[in-house]
């Protein structure tokens, strides 16, 4: 049974920083990227970024691009979210998901169908 458990959320001032975790279990061969994703107060869910849990290629996506980074602790079934010089439109709850490849074993992170939810974890910018 496929689990993930989000943790590291909090409420942090303007041009901090965090690291969310992401801890997975239950994952199978095929479920080989973990994704992140957040969802701010009457938006639409936003894809943050992944990573192959294959060979750790990762991508991120504008919005966070140069400030946020994305890794993994293969020996603790872990991924990370690193956040620095956050600011308040970062506000949101932040999931990681992971699912099966849309386009076969070679697919790249961003081509994976995240269908398999973690519960979220709130982070708050404000001062």
């Known amino acids: 049974q496929v689990q993930l458990v989000e943790s590291g959320g909090e409420l942090v001032q303007p041009g901090g920083s965090l690291r969310l975790s992401c801890v997975a279990s239950g994952l199978t061969s095929d479920y080989a990227a973990i994704g992140w994703f957040r969802q701010a107060p009457g938006k639409e869910r936003e894809r943050v970024g992944c990573?192959?849990?294959?060979?750790?290629?990762?991508y991120v996506t504008d919005s966070v691009q140069g400030r946020s980074t994305i890794s993994r602790d293969t020996a603790k079934n872990t991924v990370y979210l690193q956040m620095n010089s956050l600011k308040p439109e970062d506000t949101a709850v932040y999931y990681c998901?992971?699912?099966?490849?849309?386009?076969?074993?070679?697919?790249?992170?961003?081509?994976?169908?995240?269908?398999?939810w973690g519960q979220g974890t709130q982070v708050t910018v404000s001062s």
């Open positions: 990573i192959s849990l294959k060979d750790g290629s990762t």
């Open positions: 998901a992971t699912g099966p490849p849309l386009y076969g074993p070679g697919s790249a992170c961003p081509s994976y169908k995240y269908d398999y």
